[in-house]
């Protein structure tokens, strides 16, 4: 589990340190000030700048390169520019993540250098190529202390892109690797979160699941990923006690897909990390104590260390409920189960609020966002 | 964007008397216009808790400093036995933030600048010298013309105390002044009001040194409204 975090030249931060995170992170602040650029950095760490990966978060930021080449074959390449402070991409631009996780450093650096690497090829498909010397490539390090260091290179095309689909890790560089879901502020349960669904139906998570959709509808029985002639790729059915025929998903409203995609997301980051960007979306107010709480239980009892962003009031008053309020004199919340930060513009450190400090400012009208 | 005043300027006291009578001491002492209170103009955000205790809370205090774009924060809390013991709790929940606070706390009210820019200011009442509490100042408000009557109301309030009454000893000012404001026309106003109908005196010199501790931790000069010309 992450208590420290430090985050160099990644999008906006020139440099910003995140201290005392706990099991459950919250995190506010203004638009445009990097509260979502913090889970993508975090999330970069701890999939090691894994192309995939970064692809599930630039793509929804519109940061990939459309092109056709070859007649009319389609290319989508990560506009990878847009990791670096300023935009700037050339030889030498670098971003860094790093933090203390369990007491030991992990980090991931991220270079970008100019010419020969015995190890990048050229780029298939490169609309423009440069001669291997003006060529840039990308050098991911990863670090974990108490585990092998290793490095990786790959290409970066003449339009500054780089391609998600790139080859799996070694197994011996896999171990840098941890579980772990991205859930963007727009997503919800659709066929994409479908394809975990083989590997928690019939399991201890599909309960887990069915409880967290409960939270908005108590009559839920079960719920079943199907296919069959009018739904070839697959649709979410819900049983109510109520009904005797099952009904789409759907049928239930935009804040129930979004729950269900949330619940899925966190039952697949065992021993890992779950980012959701604006939790509260599609939510009415008066669930979202029991869907933070949900949300506790079950990283607590999977291990999944979450991180979460909202802009809303009662979003903060939910969580403040769960909180556990004391009168400890300590300011940084040394055992506390949930914490809250505030990310700000030009402040290189974040603000922390302790549990306690949660349940006080929201009992008592005082601003933390 | 321009932040508002009141989520800049943060006052934290012990209860709803300070709440009230503070804006209107200075309302009416320094001609500062306080503003539309329904709609949130005022210039500063006053936060109540349930007394003394409360109010040196830490996780209160800090909640409040950290306060986005905040500027200055001020405490007022009464002295009650010791003005000295009172500012050492203070000082001690200050100190981590703001590291320079000096030992004894300044007879004018202390207002003090960190590192980062923030402003934090305490006040002992009544005077960050003597024992007592905001009733202590405000007994000191009541005019001259009315003295012989507050005279009989410490006597009335002694005699009470022996029947007994059961008023806290360490509340004597508060049981004093309501026994005084018991016979004012109309009898029994509320403190605040007393002072916005200028029954207790917030002209008087001895309110000046709060009202001109709360401007400069706030910085209100420009809200000073000028005096009408003669």
Redesign the interface.
């Known amino acids: 589990m992450i208590k420290t975090l430090n985050i160099t030249n990644f999008r906006c931060f020139r440099s910003l340190a995140v201290r005392n995170l706990t099991r459950v992170n919250l995190l506010v602040g203004q638009n445009n000030h990097g509260k979502t650029s913090v889970l993508e950095a975090i999330y970069t760490l701890v999939r090691c700048a894994d192309a995939l990966a970064l692809d599930r978060f630039m793509s929804r930021r519109e940061e990939t390169l459309q092109f056709t080449s070859s007649g009319s074959v389609h290319f989508h390449e990560l506009d990878i520019r847009r990791l670096f402070l300023g935009h700037v991409l050339r030889e030498g631009s670098s971003f860094s993540v790093s933090a203390t996780d369990l007491g030991r450093e992990r980090a991931i650096e991220v270079r970008v250098m100019r010419g020969q690497s015995s190890t990048v090829s050229e780029m298939p498909n490169d609309p423009s190529p440069r001669s291997p010397a003006d060529a840039l490539w990308m050098r991911i390090d990863s670090r974990w202390s108490g585990k092998k260091p290793w490095h990786r290179d790959l290409p970066i095309s003449s339009l500054g892109g780089v391609n998600p689909l790139t080859t799996s890790l070694p197994e011996h560089k896999r171990e840098h690797l941890s579980a772990a879901a991205f859930v963007s502020s727009d997503d919800s349960a659709s066929t994409a979160t479908a394809e975990y669904w083989s590997e928690i139906a019939l399991t201890e998570n599909e309960k887990r699941v069915e409880d967290c959709l409960r939270i908005i509808e108590p009559s839920l029985q079960r719920i079943a990923f199907v296919q069959d002639r009018t739904h070839e790729s697959g649709i979410f059915r819900v049983k109510l006690t109520d009904q005797v025929q099952p009904v789409p998903l759907g049928s239930m409203g935009a804040g129930t897909s979004r729950l269900l995609a949330l619940a899925i997301a966190l039952v697949e980051s065992r021993n890992g990390f779950l980012f959701v960007d604006e939790i509260d979306t599609g939510l009415h107010h008066s669930i979202l104590d029991d869907v933070w709480k949900f949300v506790i239980d079950v990283a607590e009892q999977l291990n999944v260390q979450v991180f979460a962003t909202t802009h809303s009031l009662d979003c903060v008053r939910g969580l403040a409920r769960i909180c556990n309020d004391s009168d400890s004199d300590s300011d940084n919340g040394e055992n506390d189960r949930i914490s809250m930060h505030r990310i700000e513009r030009g402040n290189s450190e974040s603000i922390h609020y302790s549990e306690a400090q949660i349940v006080i400012a929201a009992s008592e009208g005082i601003e933390t966002r | 964007m321009t932040v508002p005043r009141c ?1 800049r300027n943060l006052l934290l006291v012990e209860g709803n008397d300070e709440r009230f009578t503070i804006p209107e001491l200075v309302e009416k002492a320094a001609l500062v216009a306080w503003g539309d209170r329904e709609r949130k103009q005022h210039p500063v955000e006053i ?1 109540t ?1 349930g007394g003394d205790k409360e109010v040196l ?4 205090i ?3 400093l ?3 774009n905040l500027e200055a924060l001020g405490i007022v809390v009464d002295a009650n036995g010791s003005v000295t013991n009172r500012w050492q709790q203070v000082r001690d929940r200050l100190l ?1 933030r703001f590291p320079t606070l000096p030992e004894a706390m300044p007879a004018a009210g202390l207002i003090e600048t960190n590192d980062a820019g923030l402003r934090i200011g305490a006040w002992i009442m009544p005077d960050n010298q003597r024992e007592g509490m905001l009733e202590t100042l405000l007994c000191d408000l009541i005019r001259a013309d009315q003295i012989p009557v507050f005279e009989h109301a410490k006597q009335a309030t002694a005699l009470a105390k022996t029947i007994p009454a059961p008023f806290a000893d360490a509340h004597l000012p508060k049981a004093q002044i309501h026994s005084w404001l018991a016979w004012q026309d109309p009898p029994g106003r509320q403190l605040h009001e007393a002072i916005a109908h200028q029954v207790l005196d917030p002209s008087s010199p001895l309110a000046a040194p709060f009202v001109e501790w709360f401007i400069r931790l706030f910085e209100l000069d420009d809200l000073r409204r000028p005096v009408a010309a003669p």
């Open positions: 989520d936060f808790c809370k830490r996780k209160r800090n909640a409040l950290k306060t986005p981590a």
